[in-house]
């Protein structure tokens, strides 16, 4: 089992920055791929920023640029630095956390955190 807990979301006007933290705990050694995601209301949950094993990263292009994830090995800590936020970021963030053992994949997502930007 991995426990994953965000923190740091918030409301910031446009242009503003936040960053945010995902602690995970448990079964940490197990964890490969770790990522953000966010959800506005009456959408779907779509991927942020990704972070390989190998400290490999992925953002898509609504991000790309503004986005930067980041991971802590030793604390188990991921972090997701957001600079020039536009109202279209408002989502709940959520931390994804992919497990990797005895040749099977199981994903844990942390509680979420609210990311609000006003205009």
Do not use: H
Not at 50 to 67: H, L, N
Not at 91 to 113: F, I, L
């Amino acid at each position: 089992q991995v426990q994953l807990v965000e923190s740091g979301g918030g409301l910031v006007q446009a242009g503003g920055s936040l960053r945010l933290s995902c602690a995970a705990s448990g079964d940490t050694i197990c964890i490969s791929a770790v990522g953000w995601y966010r959800q506005a209301p009456g959408k779907e949950r779509e991927l942020v920023a990704i972070i390989s094993s190998g400290d490999s990263t992925y953002y898509p292009d609504s991000v790309k640029g503004r986005f930067t994830i980041s991971r802590d090995n030793v604390e188990n800590t991921l972090y997701l630095q957001m600079n020039n936020l536009k109202p279209e970021d408002t989502a709940a963030y959520y931390c994804n956390a992919v497990c990797k053992r005895y040749g099977s994949t199981r994903d844990y997502w942390g509680q979420g955190t609210q990311v609000t930007v006003s205009s």
